[in-house]
């Protein structure tokens, strides 16, 4: 197990550019199983979630051309479906929680699919039903073994029908829109998610030669066609990297801009931060960041405590959250998180209590943080990071420490951000990973 040892206190000071969006990449990967004709992708990010998707669609047959460092040809022409039952896959799969968005993909072309429980940070319930309620609305059968392995499969083709999902699922609709996009007949898909990896995603099974129309809405209307072509696509940058970025500035008190940020994609992202009174400059399409001693958090109107809270897009993506918590540590005044969607996800506070910040953990939902204003530093310690985005989180707060601290299990973070410690490093931070 990797760790890094972080001397805290540097200012940093600098350019960066954020990496291509992981939970895009995710999406449009297991999308190039849709076509036997070339797909170029671009601004694929050198993560370990990605290397391992890339790895395990090699395994299943597609061939896999590295043109340039962040860009692939994919060619899904002979793909062995026997690889499906091997040991191998399941346990590639089990690593990462994009492969269940392997299901849409391989039903709607070859009719059957299957999967162990797929992988992903350990943050509470992550239920699937939306994905398999949706498949089997398509026409689609589940066969469960125990209660991790899912077997499905087609008689004959899938059939378009009208869904209302349970719960708008990221990775479901993805599923339920990539089998759509090759069933007989229309689909509508009502309470569809929509981030920008769900836009990304249709604008490109679009260019392939999907009908897909209410792109961006939570109403998507989906005619089948026979096949899907090839296409050319490149990712967004990573907005969680951005918010990340933005939040590590604003705490170790550091002037940074990022750049090429694609400001108009990244929603209710910038104005959250600035509600904790983070300044944000836009100069062109990037994010400046002045160096600031004191951020304030805003109140509402009546002068009462704000709430932080994450919602399904357009609303405040939950991946942010644990972001936006440690930078409230350093803030003047207090703010409530709450984290709706998962029930595990704040349990990291722990460790920000034992580096001195103010924290009353309310329940598995809801933290209250009570802003130091920078009067008190928080100071170094040993401590394990629990999932991609809580580890990112203690890496900024170790940033903004006084003293040495170690973050174990950097694997985690290794998931989702690339080459984190070099591109830090090259601020200005003092990273080692040992
Ligand atoms: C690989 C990938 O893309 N992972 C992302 C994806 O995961 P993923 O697609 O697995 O997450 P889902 O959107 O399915 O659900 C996230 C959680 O929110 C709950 N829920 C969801 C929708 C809803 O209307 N009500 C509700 O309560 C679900 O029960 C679940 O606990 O979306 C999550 C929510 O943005 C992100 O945190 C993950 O980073
Ligand atoms: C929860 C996340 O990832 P995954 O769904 O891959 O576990 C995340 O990216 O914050």
Known sequence: MAAFEVRGGQKLHGEIIPQGAKNEALQILCAVLLSPEPITISNVPNIRDVNKLIELLRDLGVKVGQLAPDTYMFQAEDVRLDYLDTPQFVAQARELRGSVMLLGPLLARYGRAQLPKPGGDKIGRRPLDTHFVGLEKLGAHLTLEGNDFYRMHVDGKLRGASMLLDEASVTGTANIVMAAVLAEGTTTIYNAACEPYLQQLCKMLVRMGANIQGIGSNLLTIEGVESLGGTEHRMLPDMIEIGSFIGLAAMTGSEITIKDCQIPELGIIPDTFRKLGIQLEFRGDDIHIPAQEHYELATYLDGSILTVSDHTWPGFTPDLLSIILVVATQAKGTVLIHQKMFESRLFFVDKLIDMGAQII?????????????????????????????????????????????????VEQIDRGYQNIDERLNALGADIRRV
């Open 361 to 409: 953990l309310c329940d598995p939902h809801r933290a209250t943080v009570i802003g130091l204003d920078r009067q008190k530093q928080l100071h170094g310690i040993t401590m394990s990071s629990p999932d991609i985005r809580a580890g990112v989180a203690l890496l900024i707060a170790a940033l903004s420490a006084d003293g040495k601290s170690t973050i174990l299990n």
